[in-house]
């Protein structure tokens, strides 16, 4: 059974860097499928950040390209989210998932709980 | 982008009822690459459907989705206790991945 599990700062003062990290049990992530980080704003919909390929690769949303990195820790088995230069706009239920690709979208057949993370000084 | 607007937002219902829940995409949706999830509070979401019909491993057939085009369909035959959640549609025919604002199926 795959299992994900998001970890991070509840709170991040605006300016500074988000950074989570999930760690994945029952499956490699080396092994193959997508990588993935999922966020829903209080009150919005949920939003697609951007994935990361088993191989290194990695396919982001255009609307957080600039301040999105997500990374590998294959020795963990985890992969992590960095978003940098934080505002109340980022304020969110992050998820993490596994990823499935056709034409170059997504769907996620596993997903952990989610964390949420609060931007405020 | 694809936007996805689904109806009704809360669909109030009895257990045994059957649920009718409705996804409109702004554009076709490609090979009819859409997806449903469930999401209880304090729970992982799980997803239901992929392909706009085929169910995903585990997942009760009573859970069924339709659809192709712009408009699709998630519909549980009878409710069951544990049914009672937000639902979402997802499409994956274009990047980005875009989801729909969700369903919450109430109990009456």
């Known amino acids: 059974q795959v299992q994900l599990q998001e970890s991070g700062p509840g709170l991040v003062k605006p300016s500074e860097t988000l950074s989570l990290t999930c760690a994945v049990s029952?499956?490699?992530?080396?092994?193959?499928?997508?990588w993935v980080w999922i966020r829903q704003p209080p009150g919005k919909g949920l939003e697609w950040i951007g994935s990361?390929?088993?191989?290194?690769?990695?396919y982001y949303n255009s609307s957080l390209k600039s301040r999105v990195t997500i990374s590998a820790y294959t020795s963990k088995n985890q992969f992590s989210l960095k978003v940098s230069s934080v505002t109340a706009a980022d304020t969110a239920m992050y998820y993490c998932?596994?990823?499935?690709?056709?034409?170059?979208?997504?769907?996620?057949?596993?997903w952990g709980q989610g964390t949420l993370v609060t931007v405020s000084s | 982008e694809i936007v996805l607007t689904q109806s009704p937002g809360t669909l109030s219902l009895s257990p045994g009822e059957r649920a009718t829940l409705s996804c409109r995409a702004s554009?076709?949706?490609?090979?009819?690459?859409l997806a449903w999830y469930q999401r209880k509070p304090g729970q992982a979401p799980r997803l239901l459907i992929y392909?706009?019909?085929s169910r995903a491993t585990g997942i009760p057939d009573r859970f069924s989705g339709s659809g192709s085009g712009t408009d699709f369909t998630l519909t549980i035959s009878r409710l069951e206790p544990e049914d009672f959640a937000v639902y979402y549609c997802?499409?994956?025919?274009?990047?980005?991945?875009?989801f729909g604002q969700g369903t919450k199926v109430e109990i009456k």
């Open positions: 554009q076709r949706v490609s090979s009819s690459y």
């Open positions: 997802q499409q994956y025919g274009s990047s980005p991945a875009t």
């Open positions: 998932a596994r990823g499935q690709s056709h034409a170059g979208s997504f769907f996620f057949d596993y």
């Open positions: 029952g499956y490699s992530i080396t092994s193959g499928y997508y």
């Open positions: 990361l390929y088993y191989s290194g690769s990695t």
């Open positions: 392909g706009a019909s």
